[in-house]
């Protein structure tokens, strides 16, 4: 068996490159059976502190998104593995737009995060997750396994744990 190696840099994308990255893994897998994809994801945000900001919001921001590093191994596996549930994207409206926002000055990158960011996520996708978690893992309830969400403060956790 002849082995290969591939490498794809997806840059500048933030948290949503590991989307990506997996995309372009399971696109790899779809078209090479006995694939084995590795994804490594890194974001560095402490770059981009301002210690100098008195906006409150800025300052959680760069807080609650911290340095991170992830990785997965995909392959197309055996009937049972855990698997990739399909691509599924919801888009807020334009009104929102700037309650996540990150604009580059001359002290870096601000990231700015609004406190009308959790009513939003309820809103627009808590429903989606809700069928996530039913078609991937067979559950209805939030509370009959175990899951993450990508930080975001106390008030976005509570949305995807609320009951509602």
């Not at 992830?70 to 698997?83: C, E, V």
């Not at 990150?102 to 808590?126: E, R």
């Amino acid at each position: 068996k002849q082995w290969y190696q591939r490498r794809v840099a997806i840059t500048a994308g933030g948290c949503y490159g590991s989307f990506s990255a997996l995309t372009v893994a399971q696109a790899f897998c779809a078209a090479e059976p006995d694939a084995v994809v590795l994804v490594t994801c890194t974001e560095v945000c402490s770059v981009h502190i301002n210690k100098h900001s008195k906006d409150r919001s800025e300052i959680l921001g760069n807080i609650i998104f911290g340095d991170g590093a992830t990785s997965a191994i995909l392959s197309q596996g055996n009937k049972g593995d855990w698997q990739m549930s399909p691509i599924r994207m919801v888009t807020a409206p334009p009104s929102t737009r700037d309650y996540v926002s990150v604009k580059l000055t001359d002290q870096g990158y601000l990231l700015y995060l609004s406190k009308h960011l959790a009513p939003c996520l309820h809103t627009a996708v808590k429903p989606m997750w809700r069928d996530m978690l039913k078609d991937s893992l067979g559950v209805k309830d939030s509370h009959d396994c175990d899951w993450a969400v990508h930080p975001g403060g106390k008030a976005v956790i509570n949305v995807f744990h609320s009951e509602d």
